[in-house]
């Protein structure tokens, strides 16, 4: 069944009218007419079963029925990533929104050689990406911001771990299984809070400078944690963090709360 | 510090010659000469410095000097990936390299659309991954070979754990935590096969034909596993597997052995 991102209110009865390019998908490259179904969603009022009601060259109308599935929206976890090459900006974006990520913020640090993204093209990858894996919500792609000022102007209720290939970094998913109320010898003090909301924060290719590293290590609401022994592409960081944080404290329903972990 | 894969033997002195391609590389693109230094690496012999002993248009000579680090392995841990189009394939490849797997079984399922692909220009993609990652080995990619053909010829203690979106299945995390001799309600009992001499199975974009599932589920060393309630590519569900399980059970060190899991 085709599933369709849209901005408009659904309700029943309600009227949505398509652009060129979502009518041309609809009618040219997926052959549908007049008269067939499809989902669509917009992030507030769930996913409605939709009927297309008008169909031309320059557009398409659907027409709503009735609501499929209830609104829900999955764990409460941003990316921040360090801007790299657009292929594989657009993949990690690509990753985030099948992964459940709820955000994806674009981070300048001293050791990114970008400054820009388009961020028009990375939400409508976001999209697309949601519409194919289930989810019904579209994961906010936000405007590159200096990871100083991003810092200064933290919530501190959302803990944030950063990927850090220098230096001592507990492996991410001992953080996370030791939150659930593991601990081994270790106690769970604060690692709880990793588990809730949370962000996680991949760096440029050529690492963070030693005075970003400073700051992110001091900072109240920061962990730094490790993806192993090998050195991995920013892509393959960032989809690998965001599938252990599911996997151990997101809706993928694994490593729960009681597990002890040695120390 | 450059680091190249070849094919020679390596011991002090030995001279190992280049072809057209990473002469290119070393001296056109990083604009080597001779006389400098970097690392090469066979898979057999550890890590090496070696020194461009000659350089020229065709071609170029190393030599190799001292030992840096001695030939390991990583994990025993082979991915078997159903055929996918070429961009998604090359994609996992490189992934699987640098998330440390030891070999890439390709894989023809009855919903794969193709039934080739280019080993070469894989093995090459392999090579670079495992060069930019840091391993002292190479995955070897071996040639497409139809599933049922592949578990008739399965060797029963290398266990085996395949992705299946529909029915039930457990948590991949669940499984390989349950299997360090974690238990809550449930006995470890052959979970633990599954952190040791191990392989994963992702079918195609359509899934497994209901045959191939009942195949698989039917066989004494397979376990279905689950990877969260969204649909995720094949690309995607490749590379989160190849990350639960190196942070579970591989060389990530986490969830260690003796974490107990509720059921």
Redesign the interface.
Known sequence: MIRLFVADDLSPGARIPLGPDPARYLLAVMRRGVGDTLLVFNGRHGEWRARIAEAGKRGAVLEAEAQARPQTLGPDLDLLIALVKRTRLE?IVE?AA???ARRVRLVITRRTNADHANIARLQAIAAEAAE????LDVPDVVAPERLERLLAGWSPDRALVFCDEAGEAE????LL?RGAG?G?GEAPEGAAKFRRTAAILNGPEGGFDPAERDGLRAAPFTRPV????????AD?AA??AL??W???A?????????????N
Chains 1, 2 share one sequence.
């Open positions: 993949l990753k099948e992964l459940g194919q894996t289930g989810r492996p991410l998913l001992h299984v593991g081994g490790s993806l192993g022994p090998r050195i991995l592409r393959t989809i690998s599938a252990l599911q996997a151990a997101g809706d993928w329903a694994a490593c729960p709360a009681t597990a002890p972990v040695p």
